[in-house]
DNA sequence: GATAGTACTATACTATAGTATAGTTACTTT
DNA sequence: AAAGTAACTATACTATAGTATAGTACTATC
């Protein structure tokens, strides 16, 4: 059975949307990476970003007030005598495991696939005696 | 047995970079919605701006030549009379699938979320008489 | 009393992502 | 011959992401 092309469409359609919702929330270059810091419990400002290389205090600043809002973290002042801020996963951000552990697999998966093709390269370039 | 700090930073960097890897490769708006339209079949150039909504011509033929050369999309021109221009996916790509399979799903959990945030919102305005 | 850590914010900037609009070449259909 | 489609490219622009550097208010330690 062949499926028409408005079937296919709404098909597609349905992939496109969830995903982009997702994306919507978790785009950027730090999102991810400072709740998978978190996914090993909670952390302070600064231990997030020794974890996190490269962030600054900024990004870090910016990131987390977003993400709080959210709900993918939440921010718990202590008001010990300094007051201690600590951030850590809520419930919902947990969920994000597999689309983490996906994400990790695909990049080892390609990292492994571009030392592949290096490999081959060299062999071509040693077969045409270059 | 409590993990030392070392053992802690390992563990979490262990994740933080082959997630990086794979976001280095599939950031942006619309790396993924264009290998999801090419999931259901290879198509054409305009066929693709017709799936992937709000794209521009100028956004899709830059993003096809980058997929191109990181190997996730193949180009292929069909000498006919008209040239016919289609892109495909590569075997490489397609093992993107548990990616947008959880981001899918992450998507219509965070939307079901977002829904019933609001509803509670307005089951509390209901009882505090607002 | 000087130095340093914590958890930020402020200012100013650059770089990249993305948008809007138009133009091109080559062929097809009316 | 005129209008239209396919597959783009070019130009110019805006908006957002991200960087660099410094500063602040508060403790804590040497």
Redesign the pocket.
């Known amino acids: 059975m062949k499926k028409t092309v408005e079937e296919e469409h709404s098909a597609c359609t349905n992939i496109l949307r969830p995903v982009r919702d997702s994306l919507d929330v978790l785009?950027?270059?730090?999102k991810l990476p400072i709740i998978i810091a978190l996914t090993f419990g909670e952390k302070?400002?600064?231990?997030i970003t020794q974890e996190v290389h490269?962030?600054?205090?900024?990004?870090l600043?910016k990131e987390?007030?977003d993400l709080e809002l959210n709900g993918l973290v939440k921010?718990n002042v202590q008001d010990t005598?300094?007051?201690?801020?600590?951030y850590a996963l809520t419930a919902h951000s947990k969920t994000l495991r597999p689309v983490i552990d996906s994400l990790k697999n695909w990049g080892i998966l390609h990292k492994k696939k571009l030392h592949e093709e290096c490999r081959e390269h060299k062999a071509k370039r040693k077969i045409s005696g270059n």
């Open positions: 785009s950027g270059k730090w302070r400002f600064t231990e490269g962030i600054t205090d900024r990004m600043s987390l007030r921010r005598y300094p007051v201690k801020v600590t």
